[in-house]
């Protein structure tokens, strides 16, 4: 995973470089858009012929899982001739963990291989050169031993003759995984620092950069330029030509800020028009391969917010040109209210629908990051499978930092609903990450009030014996303050603890019976005072559980 910290915009840190203990890892933990109806046989079907015709729209099934770029390689080492075995055993831990579909990432802003049409990851590096080489000249000198060991491995990889992404698709179709290849259609990683080597020579063009927004995205490429999109047509064409996938993931979520302030609406036909290309490219590989080729997109989770930002998923949908939309935050937060089911309706039931879960938990936006729990992640994907999806998409699960055993058990769960439901899981409020420009958007918490109301899908209803709780954090309050009653869709919770919290705060925490979850997924908590005692939520949870 290319490397994170926290900065003051509460966005993916500029550095995939800090020292590896600052690295996320997974916490397993003990314990207005009108819809459509979709034409039977789509243009671009028509197109494609016999090879990529009306069967390409069978849908994935199973768990989806993103390998990033660069996460394989910052924790292994490559003794001389091993490369491909390690590759091999890395592919087969997730095979036991019960993936179906592994969406291999190759690029950020060079590729992890050795590419024909853009730079590598490690071009320009001297791996016997010193510290302080040109090449390295822009990385902090703390972080230059990791960034090393990352470009390094890739460089080492390549030199003892394995060709990544083609190693990594011949182990998938060993396991009969469904191999995919995720491109990074515009990541900002490093972008604070033109000269730092994680650039190619295009990013270091103020006159292809959106214009208007100031910020952690301002050095994000505008797509309205041709050179910008010939630039990555050139990578897609060559990952279909040189790769035998069964799909290609574009991955708009890194980043979906593609043109400029204003400028949004525009870029949408334009994008729409650039992606009719995309698919003719995959039309072509799948006739050369005499296999489908599937097409995907990764999108922000709100559709609203997509469209705005001139991501027309349902347009694509309907035209023909995607197979597989993927809703997700982008990075802050995992979303456990995502409107699925509005992108249900947008999207229709002939694509593959995917909610993505990433690896972060906060409930508000000031709230400090830290790891999902399994409780959360169990909930989050029952939220997922029960809220409209097909499947589950995992961004950021990486299986380094665990057992093995361990992080293969977790992962197997996210295929089936029914499996999900049969473990302790747990539900919060949290936040949309990805807004548009200009848009005044106020996250649910923190909320101040008398009578505040939180809308929480909570899935379908536990089975008889398990115990529901609610955990309600406040602001700091007197300690003789009477606490807000709690309600579950209008069923009274009763209070069971009080406590205090390192800064202050109470955590409040209340018992529910289960019929109030009536397992229409249209769940709300509503959380009340006296007229004259308002009081500052700052989380709301759900924690279902079996009882004891």
């Not at 309706?345 to 002939?350: A, I, N, P, Q, T």
């Not at 309050?477 to 069923?491: A, F, H, L, M």
């Not at 006296?530 to 924690?543: G, I, M, Q, Y």
Request: charge should be positive; include cysteine; charged fraction near 25%.
């Amino acid at each position: 995973m290319i490397k994170h910290d926290q900065s003051s915009q509460r966005t993916e840190s500029n550095s995939p470089t800090t020292d590896v203990s600052r690295r996320t890892v997974l916490k397993l933990g003990a314990a207005g858009l009108a819809g459509f109806v979709l034409p039977s046989v789509s243009p671009a079907d028509e197109k494609a012929g016999a090879n990529a015709g009306p069967a390409r729209h069978a849908k994935l099934t199973g768990l989806l899982q993103n390998e990033d770029c660069t996460d394989f390689f910052y924790y292994q080492d490559f003794p001389a001739g091993k490369a491909g075995e390690i590759v091999d055993r890395y592919v087969d831990v997730l095979a036991g963990a019960g993936v179906s579909v592994l969406l291999c990432n190759t690029n950020a802003r060079r590729t992890n291989y050795r590419s024909k049409v853009w730079e590598a990851f490690w071009d320009g590096y001297d791996p016997s050169g010193p510290h302080d080489q040109p090449f390295l000249a822009a990385v902090l000198p703390a972080q230059r031993k990791s960034y090393r060991k990352l470009i390094g491995n890739m460089l080492e990889v390549h030199k003892q003759g394995i060709d990544y992404p083609a190693r990594v698709i011949q182990r998938c179709r060993h396991h009969g995984i469904s191999p995919w290849i995720s491109l990074r259609m515009n990541d900002v990683h490093e972008n604070n620092n033109l000269d730092h080597p994680f650039h190619s020579a295009l990013w270091r063009k103020p006159e292809l950069f959106r214009q208007g927004h100031p910020g952690y995205f301002a050095r994000a490429l505008d797509y309205a330029h041709p050179q910008v999109r010939d630039h990555y047509k050139a990578l897609i064409a060559e990952t279909l030509e040189r790769y035998d996938l069964d799909g290609l993931e574009l991955d708009f979520l890194r980043e979906p800020y593609l043109f400029s302030k204003g400028k949004e609406q525009e870029g949408r036909q334009i994008l729409t028009e650039w992606l009719r290309g995309i698919r003719t490219l995959a039309n072509d590989a799948a006739k050369r391969c005499g296999h489908t080729v599937k097409l995907g997109v990764r999108v922000p989770s709100c559709p609203d917010t997509a469209l705005g930002l001139g991501l027309d998923a349902p347009a694509w949908v309907k035209e023909g040109m995607v197979d597989l939309v993927v809703a997700a935050p982008r990075w802050a937060t995992l979303e456990f209210a995502m409107p699925l089911g509005k992108w249900r309706e947008l999207v229709g039931d002939r694509v593959t629908l995917a909610g993505g879960l990433e690896v972060l938990y906060r409930p508000n936006p000031a709230a400090p990051q830290r790891p999902v729990t399994r409780e959360e992640a169990t909930g989050a994907a029952a939220a997922v499978l029960s809220g409209g999806a097909d499947v589950v998409y995992l961004f950021n699960y990486f299986q380094h930092g665990r057992p093995i055993p361990e992080y293969q058990r977790m992962l197997k769960s996210f295929s089936s609903l029914e499996e999900l439901l049969k473990l302790p899981r747990r539900h919060a409020v949290t936040f949309r990450d990805v807004t548009l420009p200009g848009e005044s958007y106020r996250a649910p918490l923190p909320a101040s009030g008398t009578q505040l109301s939180f809308a929480l899908p909570l899935g379908p209803t536990p089975s008889a014996g398990w115990q529901a709780e609610a955990t309600i954090e406040v602001a700091a309050r007197r300690t003789d303050d009477t606490p807000p009653t709690v309600s579950i869709n209008g069923v009274a919770a009763r209070l069971r603890s009080n406590d205090v919290t390192k800064n202050g705060n109470r955590l409040l925490t209340y018992q529910f019976p289960l019929t109030a979850l009536p397992g229409k997924n249209r769940d709300t908590i509503t959380v009340a005072t006296a007229a004259n005692d308002p009081v500052k939520v700052l989380r709301v949870e759900v924690s279902l559980c079996p009882g004891s």
